[in-house]
């Protein structure tokens, strides 16, 4: 797959892989949150909008394994999404209550991470497969996003 786009991103994730929401976060420079440079639906989601990376907003299990670890998470129906995220009761009004999240990994660093979701019980293996192969074709794209939003990060 060639280098994609952030909306192609979300083109292919709804194609293929059913997505109702995609979101891509980049790490903030210092690391305490996280900063939404791309989504589908900005009415609920908008760019620019944070999450903290500590309890009150992100699960420590979450924050270890697609982070520090640089591996996807799969939340496979509302029951994960309603134990991983605290707002998981805005992602179940647009539909939503299956989730992949895949870390974006720049010159060996987690720089942010992509975020599928789409109805409850649609995403398992074979979807985290393809959401990865999705990640790695916007890896530059994510990276020039995260440049763009914080200017002292650019390389």
């Not at 900005?42 to 520090?68: C, F, H, M, N």
């Not at 991983?84 to 990994?105: K, R």
């Not at 994510?142 to 200017?151: G, H, K, L, N, W």
Request: with cysteine; charged share 20%; net charge negative.
């Amino acid at each position: 797959m060639s280098s994609l786009s952030l909306p192609q991103v979300a083109e292919s994730a709804t194609r293929r892989l059913g997505s109702i929401l995609v979101t891509v976060t980049v790490l903030t420079p210092d690391g305490t949150e996280v900063s939404r440079v791309y989504t589908t639906h900005p009415e609920v989601y908008a760019v620019g909008g944070r999450k903290r990376l500590d309890p009150t907003q992100t699960s420590p299990i979450w924050l270890e394994q697609v982070v520090a670890g640089q591996r996807p998470f799969l939340g496979a129906d509302r029951d994960s999404v309603r134990e991983f995220f605290f707002d998981w009761a805005t992602i179940e009004s647009l539909g939503c209550g299956a989730i992949v999240n895949t870390p974006v990994v720049h010159a060996g660093e987690t720089i942010g991470s992509i975020n599928f979701l789409g109805p409850d019980g649609s995403l398992d293996e074979d979807s985290v497969a393809i959401a990865q192969e999705i990640t790695a074709a916007a890896t530059d794209a994510v990276a020039r996003a995260r440049s763009e939003a914080f200017p002292e990060v650019a390389r």
